[in-house]
């Protein structure tokens, strides 16, 4: 009796799951029809019911899978059989089927539901991207479907997004209340997107009328593009402002070994841009290490290019400062030929190796994406990212020169080396030591800028000129400076660049710091010391 009863139940279940399956007879019986409308109303309500069934048929429908009885009922033919939704049973193939013709507005409006049915996959990433694919065309068909989404719905973003959906799809409601309650909808959105649909709302057009026809609809039109713009603008703002910083973050690792060698060394190291290419190509090897020896934890390959990056770069540092610049100290002329020749020969040495072509290093997969902040504006996590490896070299680099032995030489050689070299100081090991430490620093902005964009023979020479000039503009030997420098050209050029173009910024911004410098030639900050006599 036991068994006979678990069967009965299971029986149960099955009829009902195939009873919830099953697709109205009055739904398919328009796609076997030849009204265009009725068709494309079918399409949007069988995508209403969000059911696999439902998936089914529209799917057949693209696939020109699906088939129409003379006497209007529509099946699925797979192979020798048919199946019919309306029953939810596999059947003999009827006589006389026809394929349903599909036009291109029919197709569309499938490929649409489709996508559309997205919204309630269980995954929130397929749900996410489908809502955002909405946003660029939402068709008033998708209504019940959109509806039946929010229905389900339970997280916050998303709702957010498909109530935004709906309003915008009622837009164009017969019923003036409807559209009005759309329109004020709509009022707590930050996508600039909907600003022409709400714009064609209030223009004449050839017979002189508006496109919106009720008073009061066009009221508040005009008041939620006016929040709308509002919000825009302040988010725009607010992605200049983070940018900037971003930027700045990224002049700042750029600059910061430069202002060593040259603030702190009075050294015109034409090569160090090629030290940030060094430890950018030293991140791609530690990248190929991990991904054929290591694959299970190639994510943290970045915390190996590190060290590696610091290492390899101040060791060419020391090697170069070592055979080639101690022997040009007080010379600065020579001292700016000679490294640029070795620059070219270290981008000729790596072409010689990796090849002229660029290297791809791929960001790690806890560094893509983004969080997403006043409803539109994305801050992706390798930029989070560098702002706050900024923070902590910064920091290093401060602790360095002011808490350790090492600093306190650097300090005195750079305020007066002939009374440090008096005392007992190894000038010339402490200038080794400096070269290496502003050589490794370079290495640790070559592992940043891998993580930005592409790594090329030729990559050191985009940031060579904008280092001088922050160490210029902050002051020479001045690390608070540096990093004010820096940052502030990181945001007057993205505050410029909308405005008079990215080529017109750098140029505007170039003969800003030639006038700055003729009126105060020694920076933001000016050095103290005998030296500066």
Known sequence: MQLLFKLLILACLCLSSMAQAAIPADLLKPLAGDDPDTRVAAVAQIAALATPEAARVLQALQDDALYAAPDGKVYIVEGERAYDPAS??????????????????????????????????????????????????????????????????????????????????????????????????????????????????????????????????????????????????????????????????????????????????????????????????????CQLFFRHFLPGVQDWYLLAALPAAFLVAGLVGVVLERTVIRWLYGRPLETLLATWGISLILMQTVRTIFGAQNVEVANPAWMSGGVTVLGGLVLPYNRLAIIAFATVVVAAVWLILNKTRLGLFVRAVTQNRRMADCVGVATGKVDMLTFGLGSGIAGLGGVALSQLGNVGPDLGQSYIVDSFMVVVLGGVGQLAGTVIAALGLGEVNKFLEPVAGAVLAKIAILVFIIIFIQRRPQGLFAMKGRSVE
């Open 88 to 285: 939810g049973k596999r059947v003999p193939l009827p006589d006389g089927i026809d394929g349903v013709m599909v036009n291109n507005r029919l197709r569309a409006a499938v490929a649409g539901a489709l996508s559309g049915l997205q919204l309630l996959a269980p995954q929130r990433a397929q749900r996410l991207a489908a809502a955002q694919a909405l946003q660029k065309a939402v068709d008033p068909a998708q209504l019940p479907l959109i509806r039946t989404a929010l229905a389900q719905e339970s997280d916050a973003d998303i709702r957010q997004i498909l109530q935004v959906l709906i309003a915008s799809a009622s837009l164009h409601a017969p019923d003036a209340a409807t559209r009005k309650q759309a329109v004020q909808a709509l009022a707590g959105s930050s996508d600039a997107r909907l600003l022409p649909a709400l714009q064609a709302m209030l223009d004449q057009g050839p017979d002189g009328k508006a496109g919106e026809p009720d008073e009061s609809v066009q009221l508040a039109a005009i008041d939620t593009m006016r929040q709308i713009k509002g919000r825009v603008a302040r988010m725009e703002f607010a992605g200049n402002v983070f940018y900037g910083i971003s930027l700045g973050s990224v002049l700042l690792l750029a600059a910061l070994g430069l202002a060593i060698t040259f603030g702190l060394m009075g050294i015109i190291n034409m090569a160090h841009g090629e030290l940030l290419m060094i430890g950018a190509y030293t991140t791609y090897l």
